[in-house]
């Protein structure tokens, strides 16, 4: 059984289930790279009219939608294709096979390794809590690069989150943190 939660961002909602969704943490997906994508279940979610993002995580999936697009039309449509593959498929939707087709990462410095150990047990929860995902993208000069992702994409309360939420705890817990940015 699928349920939904709101998120802070009115053009987000959070799907959950009892079902494991991800085995690899989480992965966004966007429509613009729709031809790329070979999930079917993400790629149908991606051909409703109005989705424009969908973050599939452990136990969660958030699809953000266009202003435009109207919740009362878009969330049956979206729970009726969630439990429909739930019921063709009992594996996650993204499983650790898909990992081996990934990029290797590149060296990163102790910094860096503490950076994302900080995103992980101190940010990352908070933020699953509200539909959203944050990606460490770089740290340069005393300053962070994160990319917000599900439900923090776009959402208006991202900027007040990332400066007194993410920019605090970072720059707490590791002295060489000056600045957080988005990209």
């Given at each position: 059984m699928i349920q939904t939660e709101i998120t802070p961002n009115p053009n987000a909602l959070k799907f959950i289930s009892n079902n494991k969704f991800s085995e690899i943490g989480a992965k966004e997906f966007q429509k613009k790279d729709i031809k790329?994508?070979?999930?079917?279940?993400?790629?149908?979610?991606?051909?409703?009219?109005?989705?424009?993002?969908?973050?599939?995580?452990?136990n969660f999936i958030s699809v953000k939608k266009t202003e435009a697009a109207s919740w009362d039309s878009l969330k049956p449509s979206i729970i009726s294709e969630i439990n429909d593959h739930l019921e063709k498929d009992k594996k996650p939707i993204l499983l650790k096979e898909a990992l081996a087709n990934e990029r290797p990462k590149k060296e990163t410095n102790t910094i860096e390794e503490e950076i994302k150990k900080v995103l992980d047990s101190k940010i990352r929860p908070a933020v699953a809590k509200d539909g959203g995902d944050i990606k460490f993208i770089s740290f340069q000069e005393g300053t962070v690069k994160v990319e917000l992702r599900g439900s923090c994409s776009g959402c208006p309360s991202s900027i007040v989150t990332l400066k007194n939420g993410v920019q605090n705890l970072l720059r707490h817990y590791i002295k060489d943190v000056k600045n957080v940015e988005a990209i």
């Open positions: 790329s994508i070979t999930n079917n279940l993400i790629k149908n979610l991606l051909n409703f009219d109005g989705v424009e993002l969908v973050l599939v995580s452990d």
